[in-house]
């Protein structure tokens, strides 16, 4: 286009995307990929103090799917063991306070799992839960999987 940078281009993509949430993402290869994906961090930590966003932009529209939602967030939890959780524990208060043990009886639940939500759920914020857990004062340490 005559007058329109790639840059431009790339941007009024993004706008797309976050401002009017229109799911559309594409590059030709990964050069192409990895500088959209720029301009979208960018974009997002553009303003004062503003910080990438943990959470995605869609809402449950159900409280049940706002419970699956919690539950996911978890370590090594997708949407379908997230399901397996609450079908077991019934509550999102349940599956955060069932024991190893307890969570081991689900299907999709070994022990690294059930360790990692265990850490998750009873950790302090800010405070190394294990040896192989990340910590907030140590970016540098990686997840265990």
Known sequence: ?????????????????????????WADDSEEAAKLLMTVARREQRGAMREVALKDRRRPKTPDEEKEYIVASLPFVE????????????????????????????????????RRIREIAAGLYGVKPSSDGPSRGDQTERRGS
């Not at 286009?1 to 993402?25: K, N, W």
């Open 1 to 25: 286009m005559r007058g329109l940078t790639e840059e431009a281009l790339r941007g009024a993509l993004v706008s797309l995307i976050l401002d009017f949430e229109v799911p559309i993402l």
């Open 79 to 114: 949407a379908t063991t997230a399901k397996k959780l609450l079908s077991v524990f019934k509550t999102v208060e349940g599956v955060f306070s069932a024991s190893e043990k307890k969570l081991m009886e689900v299907d999709g639940i070994g022990p690294k799992k059930a």
